[in-house]
């Protein structure tokens, strides 16, 4: 059980000084799958190699060969990173039986650095979700409290780590996707600034908002899995050139000459008296810890989420198009019906291939884009969407990290919110801002409700300030620690 | 009325396939050809989570006939997204330029009827082939080796009246690109490819007609015959009281005549938006000042320049310089021989008629630039005649052998010793006294029948120059 819930750091350490094997360690974490997938739901795919993975880095270290700095953490991955040989579903029945030729560059990134791939977890379909009720296969469960959501859309890479179903996973965040379902299920999830992670080969959602994280129990392991995964790809054009710092190595828990800035706009009535109370918490620690809190603006909080969605769903109707049943991927059945036309060909195939939120988004978003309505809604959206950077890099300028709440609530009950997408789309209120302007994010947990579900607290920075939310998290963390798995699970 | 009541009015859209090793946006091959589907990695099949990275090739030579079409050049392009759905467009979409092309605002002189004309350039911008369909039986299959091969779609300004003037522009255009070498202008293979836009209004009315797309016009002369349909079909239409359908009409080479593939109601919306997969194209004007400093010649200023510097003929100038590897060639010649007129005259009557019934481009010429030009100064050193010299041609053409070993080993050098010649023309007169006397009493058209005994007593070999003045002077006996 010590395994399951022990840091990434440590995990490595031990299996690097030949106390533990990593084959060990992944038949714990597997055993652990087997007993507690059928009900959390947290991985769509389990990889059958990943005991293979583990011996040969065993092999690799009982012969002294270098292997990377994450050798024999065994990990999940989203299942929106493809994988060489292994099935890549993005959620989704159109891409049920997809075993993509290629792998991420995150996932081949991991693998050279060492880790495990245990295998691919589950999450809304194509991303589109903030509770993980949209994959077709099925929902992932809280394992804080099983009737719950993990949050969306990486549910499953969030309910794996809180459940001890993987020492850390990879998510990926367009609107939140990260930090909201690690908020929910109580690990350190980081966005970090769009182009510092690699996008090829990961399915495409909102090409301009998407950016894949880590999702770990602590915030050193989420620096020490980014500094695996960061860096320019010649393979995506976005990537930035700037240098990867060693970041774990320079997290400093003392804030004195920090300012953190409290937008406003983040301390809503709306917020449940227990968010409120774990982010004032929060400002008390980092107090502590020496920094100096100042109120910020940030006005155009409110509608970022209409942005947000005008944004995503424009980039996300024209990413989809792609599935279409002639290369790959699901194709209806024609072979008692033929199609009457290319049209009927692909209304069916995609008719069926898609559920009915990813329908919606594509539905939107087309019509942001068409002819006549483009100026209004596209259009219109980029040009706040650059009035919110502006706003943004202006309240940067008087603090270095700002600190708020991740959502409104913690986790809901499934079911709760799948028929009113607008309330779910409130649901990101907080975190969409991140993704629109490009700076990094990171939920670091900071209570826990009456109900015994976990809180997060949210920490912005600068475009490629990561360094900051390292720190900052670090010393929110101190107090909050989750050292055990939940009780459910024990 | 008639049809010269009416004018019409033509542009151009020509895509042009750029000659880059790899696709325009991933590593794939981008030769025409192979193996079915053999050029397609994830990138080109548009599979999840791949994406577009720009060949650095493929902006150079758009940039380079951007420069060569007199255009600006974008200190800042962007790549957007037009959505359409097709089988052959992978991922959807393809990805072009929209609202902010690399290339603007720029124009081409062509030579026509005597006079260069001039038409201006609205664009070109960069963009992606699709794959190909191939409908077969009940099935429609789909290469995509092509899918991704960059192409330069050069957009004209509707600056053309007659379908001469449209297919003696793209003929111009393809000359451009050819001696740029960025395309090969194979419109057969479809590596570049015309479309035309057509309309018709009566003469003197200010207003634009209804514009009607061709397409699959895959030769400059049926440039010329789909565009004469057409106006031709449209002023029917009107006369006859009918309203010109805005749409998009595919030309039938075999038929001659165009036929609807679809009305501008089943246009698409195609939804441009900028690609958020690829960063704003920035080019800096160092690159652009040595891409401008390293273009060649181009046709036209060639052509001048060949009127001037060797008093070569407008019209010979413009063929001449049809191809770079044939203006060459002529500058070889004419350098070398140090007479332009001859080498024009030799290149433009004998070795392009003889190339052209062997099908053959100049590249492949069997005669050398350096032996044309040795058989011109052969004529001009009075060492063979020039009817001599058609015939040592010939050989040559046939054998790729130099004029001096052809003329060595077939004893044909001339005679120019004059007492040759006086013994020969001696002989012709004595044979010949009644015509002689003829002559003499005033008959002087017979000086072209004497000239003719003697090179035939010579074989052809004699000097021409001094059979003339030895008879003249005879003949005055």
């Known amino acids: ?490 | 009325m008639s049809y010269n009541d009416w004018e019409a009015v033509i542009g151009l859209e020509i895509h042009a396939q750029l000659l880059t090793a790899s696709k325009i946006f991933s590593s794939d091959s981008a030769h025409f050809g192979g193996a079915d589907n053999e050029h397609t990695h994830p990138v080109s099949l548009g599979m999840p989570g791949t994406l577009p990275v720009l060949n650095e090739l493929a902006v150079e030579y758009s940039a380079k006939t951007g420069l060569a079409l007199n255009c600006k050049i974008r200190k800042k392009s962007v790549f957007a997204r037009k959505n359409y759905f097709y089988p052959d467009l992978p991922k959807g979409y393809q990805i072009s330029q929209y609202d902010e092309p690399l290339c603007e605002a720029g124009f081409v002189d062509y030579f026509l009827d005597g006079e260069i004309r001039r038409v201006g350039i609205t664009r070109a911008h960069m963009e992606e082939d699709a794959g190909k369909s191939v409908h077969q039986g009940g099935f429609t299959l789909i290469n995509l080796n092509r899918a991704g091969v960059p192409l330069l779609e050069i957009v004209s300004e509707p600056d053309m009246k007659t379908p001469q003037e449209a297919a003696e522009y793209a003929r111009t255009v393809r000359k451009i690109l050819r001696y740029l070498n960025v395309c090969d202008g194979n419109l057969e293979e479809g590596s570049m490819r015309c479309d035309c836009n057509v309309s018709v209004r009566k003469k003197g009315e200010k207003k634009f007609g209804t514009k009607v797309e061709l397409k699959n016009i895959n030769s400059f002369r049926f440039v010329e015959k789909a565009i004469e349909y057409e106006i031709h079909r449209q002023i029917d239409c009107l006369e006859t009281g009918e309203k010109i359908q805005q749409e998009t009409r595919l030309y039938d080479p075999t038929k001659n005549r165009t036929v609807t593939m679809r009305l501008k109601e089943e246009a698409h919306d195609y939804r441009y938006f900028p690609d958020p997969d690829l960063l704003p194209l920035v080019v800096d004007d160092a690159w652009l000042a040595k891409l401008k400093s390293s273009l060649p010649e181009l046709p036209l200023a060639r052509a001048q320049r060949f009127q001037t510097e060797y008093q070569v003929p407008a019209y010979d100038s413009f063929v001449l310089t049809t191809e770079k590897a044939q203006a060459d060639f002529f500058e070889e010649v004419a350098h070398l021989s140090k007479n332009p007129k001859a080498a024009s005259n030799w290149i433009m009557t004998d070795l392009l008629r003889d190339l052209n019934d062997a099908k053959l481009e100049i590249e492949k010429s069997p005669v050398a630039a350096a032996d044309l030009a040795q058989l011109i100064l052969l004529i001009d050193s009075k060492e063979i005649s020039g009817k001599m010299a058609k015939d040592v041609f010939a050989e040559m053409f046939k054998t790729s052998k130099g004029p001096q070993e052809i003329v060595k080993s077939k004893g044909m050098s001339q005679i120019t010793d004059s007492s040759a010649i006086e013994k020969l023309v001696d002989e012709v007169l004595a044979a010949n006294a009644n015509s002689v006397n003829d002559y003499r009493a005033g008959k002087t058209k017979l000086f072209g029948f004497f000239v003719g005994q003697v090179m035939k007593a010579s074989k052809g070999q004699a000097n021409p120059e001094s059979v003339n003045q030895i008879l003249q002077a005879k003949l005055k006996g």
């Open chain 1, 1 to 490: 059980m010590e395994i399951l819930t022990m840091s990434l750091k440590n995990l490595r350490d031990r299996i690097h000084r030949r106390e533990l094997s990593a084959a060990e360690a992944t038949t714990q974490f597997l055993t652990q799958i087997e007993k507690w997938n059928p009900r959390l739901n947290a991985y769509i795919t389990v990889n059958e190699r990943a005991l293979d993975q583990a011996r040969a880095i065993d092999r690799k270290l009982a012969t002294g060969e270098d292997v990377g700095p994450l050798a024999g953490v065994p990990m999940a991955i989203k299942d929106m990173l493809c994988t060489k040989d292994l099935r890549t579903t993005a959620g989704s029945k159109i891409l049920a039986d997809f075993v993509p030729p290629y792998s991420a560059t995150v996932v081949e990134r991991l693998e050279n650095s060492g880790a495990i791939t245990l295998g691919k977890t589950n999450q809304d379909e194509f991303a589109m979700g903030s509770s993980s009720e949209t994959s077709y296969f099925g929902v992932s469960r809280n394992p804080w409290d099983l009737d719950r959501v993990p949050g969306g859309s990486s549910g499953g890479s969030a309910a794996a780590v809180a459940g001890g179903l993987a020492c850390a996973s990879i998510g990926t965040d367009t609107g939140g996707s990260i930090r909201q379902p690690a908020s929910f299920c109580g690990v350190v999830g980081i966005k970090p600034t769009y182009g510092r992670v690699s996008r090829y080969g990961i399915v495409a959602y909102a090409s301009s908002l998407d950016q894949a994280g880590p999702m770990t129990r602590t915030v050193e392991d989420s620096a020490l899995v980014l500094e695996a995964i960061a860096g320019r790809d010649p393979r995506d054009s976005t990537t930035a050139a700037q240098p990867v710092p060693t970041w774990s190595q320079n997290i400093n828990k003392d804030l004195k000459g920090l300012k953190v800035g409290l937008p406003k706009e983040y301390f809503l009535d709306l917020l449940t008296p227990e968010t409120r109370s774990a982010v004032d918490k929060a400002i008390a620690q980092v107090r502590a810890a020496g920094a100096e809190t100042v109120e910020v603006s940030l006005p155009l909080t409110d509608i970022a989420v209409s942005i947000y969605y005008l944004v995503a769903t424009s980039e996300a109707s024209s990413n989809l198009a792609r599935y279409d049943g002639v290369r790959y991927g699901h194709r209806a059945d024609f072979s008692t019906e033929p199609a009457r036309d290319l049209a009927e060909f692909y209304c069916r195939t995609r008719g069926e291939g898609f559920g009915s939120e990813v329908k919606r988004r594509i539905i939107l978003g087309t019509y942001a884009l068409s002819s006549g309505y483009y100026d209004a809604y596209y259009k219109k959206a980029c040009q706040v969407r650059r009035l919110l950077r502006a706003q943004f890099l202006e309240v940067f300028s008087k603090c270095q990290v700002i600190l708020g709440p991740v959502c409104i609530a913690p986790a809901f009950k499934i079911g709760e919110r799948i028929s009113d997408p607008l309330a779910m789309y409130l649901n990101d209120i907080f975190t969409t801002s991140a993704n629109l302007v490009g700076i990094p994010g990171m939920s670091v947990p900071g209570g826990f409700s009456a109900q015994g579900l976990p809180i997060g607290v949210q920490l912005l920075s600068a475009h490629f300030q990561e360094q900051h939310l390292f720190n900052v998290g670090a010393v929110i963390e101190e107090a909050m620690a989750i050292k055990e798995l939940p009780n459910v699970l024990q």
